[in-house]
């Protein structure tokens, strides 16, 4: 039948490379956040600024010209700290460069890490004792397994907005309107999606404090330890000049 899928679409082979551990991807991310923060090189910073924002948006699927306005916003930035004197351009090039590498930093570790470090931590068994830390551990299990479909929902409504032609609003009153128009239907999507995994929940049965299968191949290997050096030596480079 047209349309239908073909006997290797229904069995997709796996792919031969392995994704790297959680745990080297968030040491690796650790150290290079790390050093981002505290390196003094406005040179440096505007480097890995650039690989990191061609990384973000290869990752993201976006074209540059969208990042615009964060050019812009950080080009304010470099004016309030280094407008009145000379003396002050090259610390106000550090700030804004440094914020510029650490924003495309973590929108390139969304699309690539993020998701999978924080399916390893939450299969983790919380601490049961004292209650409110077993409490405060499961509540952000669920916010976490329920954040993917929280944003693919509210991108889908203001895709829906815009397909029906409708903006924000000038002034207050108009963005007012506009948040109620996303915000009301958004609330009673998430509302239905929240029962619905509860009930899942319940027919799984659900454990409060319960280890969980992550689904993840864990494996340890020269991959890791070469991403943790890679990402030290990296770390040592920004901080020579410290």
């Known amino acids: 039948m047209p349309g239908s ?52 948006l290869r990752a993201e699927s976006r074209p540059a010209r969208s ?26 090039a550090v700030i804004a460069c440094r914020l510029l590498a650490l924003l495309y930093l973590l929108r390139w570790a969304a699309r690539t890490s993020l998701g999978r470090i924080a399916r390893w931590l939450m299969g983790m068994k919380p601490p049961a004792k004292p209650r409110f830390l077993l409490l405060l551990a499961e509540s952000a299990r669920l916010t976490a397994a329920l954040l993917p479909l929280a944003l693919r929902e509210a991108e889908q409504h203001v895709a829906a907005l815009r397909g029906r032609g409708i903006r924000p609003g000038a002034g207050l009153r108009g963005l007012a309107r506009y948040l109620l128009a996303w915000f009301l239907p958004f609330l009673g999507t998430m509302l239905r999606i929240g029962d619905a995994y509860a009930d899942a929940l319940t027919a799984r049965g659900y454990v409060p404090g319960r280890a969980r299968r992550t689904g993840l191949a864990l494996a340890w290997g020269l991959r890791e330890w070469g991403a943790i050096v890679g990402s030290a030596g990296a770390a040592a480079w920004f901080l020579r000049v410290l």
């Not at 990042?67 to 916003?73: F, S």
């Not at 700290?81 to 002050?88: L, V």
């Open 5 to 56: 899928p073909e006997p290797d679409d229904l069995n997709p082979k796996p792919s031969g490379t392995r994704a790297l551990h959680p745990l080297a991807w968030l040491v690796s991310l650790a150290l290079i956040a790390s050093a981002l923060a505290m390196a003094r090189s406005w040179i440096d910073l505007a480097a890995a600024a650039g690989l990191l924002a061609f990384a973000a």
């Open 67 to 92: 990042e615009i306005p964060i050019l812009g916003l950080a080009l304010i930035v470099f004016l309030a700290h280094g407008a009145k004197y000379r003396a002050a351009l090259g610390p106000a």
